[in-house]
């Protein structure tokens, strides 16, 4: 089970996990909240990152997603090559993320 999987019906998540579904270093992740890049909330002497937070950064919108059919899969495949959808996708939610947290 990866971190995303494991967030799935919390509210609230470790800096550890929340740095796991970004793609980034944790320390990365306290330097931005000590910024206030990133929401977080104190929990005695912890911090936690709310998960709604991480999906909207992260594009996990609807996880965990609903596991389509494999002829849907197929024509999906099909149409995004004659729209040249495929060539179109660059660089991939770590980079959109770290750009997001560094400020880029």
Known sequence: MNAAERLHGRWFATVTEAAEVLHVDRRTVCRAIDRGEIPAVRVGQQLRV?????????????????????????????????????????????????????GS
């Not at 991939?92 to 560094?102: D, H």
Request: avoid cysteine; charge should be negative; charged fraction near 15%.
């Open 50 to 102: 709310p998960v709604a937070w991480i999906r909207e950064r992260a594009m996990l919108e609807g996880w965990p997603p609903t596991p389509a059919a494999p002829h849907e899969v197929q024509e999906e495949t099909e149409e995004a090559a004659l729209n040249g959808a495929a060539s179109a996708v660059s660089g991939g939610v770590s980079g959109t993320v770290l750009n997001f947290i560094n």
